[in-house]
């Protein structure tokens, strides 16, 4: 299924996918502190992008607890009500930067939109600890949750997992080996602007260069997270490239228009659609990479739309 999202011209949005909306652009010109890309490992810098600060937020949580799995930072989100379910999320940051608590706004909103408990992930990061160093993290807390997913108050079928950018592609590529393996079941995958093909460039990272992302730092990132190895075929580094994605769980892919990732994001829900499964891939236009970690206006839509696709994937796992 694809939704594309619409938007009024009294908005001040565009409705043409890949043409910049007025706001975003307007937001950078104004803040261009947001718009400077990073795209070198220098120590210092590296410190500061995984600090452990967050976006203002006006999101309120009824609670919210810091803990740790085998050693993994986690940070819980759980709302009043009953919980819907539990998604264990991983952040974005290209692999190599990012935290619990500069994604904060993102976890916060996921527990309120969907109402499930959110499990949020402090994964090693490279260069330090490069593949499969975070994506093995992401497995352990997703096992540690579907096995503990009672103490929260689900049963174990109403475990999902998310993620943004990097974290979608930790994400799909979870998916895959827990697929593989063949010992436990995900309720969904809710795949947000998720890096998928490795090295194999798509047009719009040509197109849209230079916007939050350039061809730079992808690379940078990238010979961070493989160690300078060619993941390029195995299926958990490079989702796009395994050989089938059949028998996958239910995934919503969320793309922007002016995204560098937007068309590998594309090529993933084609191949997840063509292989039977259940896939919702909406694309926000004219947003850049980070549009939902930015918490920009259309960040809300997207919430919105990854809710209630949450809410009806866990009532029907």
Same mark, same amino acid.
């Given at each position: 299924?694809?939704?594309?999202?619409?938007?009024?011209?009294?908005?001040?949005?565009?409705?043409?996918?890949?043409?910049?909306?007025?706001?975003? /652009?307007?937001?950078?010109?104004? %803040?261009?502190?947001?718009?400077?890309?990073?795209?070198?490992?220098?120590?210092?810098?590296?410190?500061?992008?995984?600090?452990?600060?967050?976006?203002?937020?006006?999101?309120?949580?009824?609670?919210?607890?810091?803990?740790?799995?085998?050693g993994i930072p986690i940070r819980i989100y759980?709302?009043?009500?009953?919980?819907?379910?539990?998604?264990?999320?991983?952040?974005?940051?290209?692999?190599?930067?990012?935290?619990?608590?500069?994604?904060? %706004?993102?976890?916060?909103?996921?527990?309120?939109?969907?109402?499930?408990?959110?499990?949020?992930?402090?994964?090693?990061?490279?260069?330090?600890?490069?593949?499969?160093?975070?994506?093995?993290?992401?497995?352990?807390?997703?096992?540690?949750?579907?096995?503990?997913?009672?103490?929260?108050?689900?049963?174990?079928? /109403?475990?999902?997992?998310?993620?943004?950018?990097?974290?979608?592609?930790?994400?799909?590529?979870?998916?895959?080996?827990?697929?593989?393996?063949?010992?436990?079941?995900?309720?969904?995958?809710?795949?947000?602007?998720?890096?998928?093909?490795?090295?194999?460039?798509?047009?719009?990272?040509?197109e849209f260069a230079g916007l939050v992302l %350039?061809? /730079?730092?992808?690379?940078?990132?990238?010979?961070?997270?493989?160690?300078?190895?060619?993941?390029?075929?195995?299926?958990?580094?490079?989702?796009?490239?395994?050989?089938?994605?059949?028998?996958?769980?239910?995934?919503?892919?969320?793309?922007?228009?002016?995204?560098?990732?937007?068309?590998?994001?594309?090529?993933?829900?084609?191949?997840?659609?063509?292989?039977?499964?259940?896939?919702?891939?909406?694309?926000?236009?004219?947003?850049?990479?980070?549009?939902? %970690?930015?918490?920009?206006?259309?960040?809300?839509?997207?919430?919105?739309?990854?809710?209630?696709?949450?809410?009806?994937?866990?009532?029907?796992?």
């Amino acid at each position: 299924m694809y939704g594309g999202a619409s938007f009024d011209e009294g908005d001040g949005m565009t409705s043409d996918e890949g043409v910049l909306d007025p706001w975003v /652009k307007e937001f950078f010109e104004t %803040n261009p502190d947001r718009a400077g890309v990073m795209d070198t490992l220098d120590p210092e810098i590296l410190e500061l992008a995984r600090g452990d600060y967050s976006l203002p937020c006006d999101i309120e949580i009824a609670s919210v607890e810091n803990a740790d799995v085998e050693g993994i930072p986690i940070r819980i989100y759980r709302n009043e009500e009953p919980p819907t379910g539990l998604v264990v999320y991983f952040h974005g940051g290209g692999f190599v930067i990012g935290s619990i608590g500069i994604m904060d %706004n993102v976890a916060r909103n996921l527990c309120a939109s969907s109402g499930a408990v959110v499990i949020s992930v402090g994964y090693r990061l490279a260069p330090e600890n490069p593949y499969p160093a975070g994506l093995d993290d992401c497995e352990t807390v997703t096992r540690w949750a579907i096995a503990n997913a009672s103490t929260f108050g689900v049963p174990a079928s /109403k475990v999902a997992i998310a993620g943004e950018s990097a974290g979608g592609n930790l994400s799909a590529g979870l998916a895959l080996r827990l697929r593989d393996a063949g010992d436990v079941q995900l309720a969904g995958q809710v795949l947000i602007y998720p890096g998928t093909s490795g090295t194999q460039r798509f047009p719009s990272r040509d197109e849209f260069a230079g916007l939050v992302l %350039n061809e /730079k730092a992808m690379v940078t990132f990238w010979d961070a997270y493989s160690a300078g190895r060619d993941l390029d075929d195995d299926p958990y580094a490079a989702p796009l490239h395994a050989e089938h994605l059949r028998d996958l769980p239910p995934a919503i892919v969320i793309l922007g228009g002016c995204d560098l990732l937007r068309d590998e994001g594309r090529a993933y829900a084609d191949r997840l659609r063509e292989d039977d499964v259940d896939v919702e891939e909406v694309c926000y236009a004219g947003q850049p990479h980070g549009f939902v %970690n930015f918490d920009f206006p259309a960040a809300a839509l997207a919430h919105e739309v990854i809710g209630n696709w949450l809410r009806a994937r866990l009532a029907a796992a």
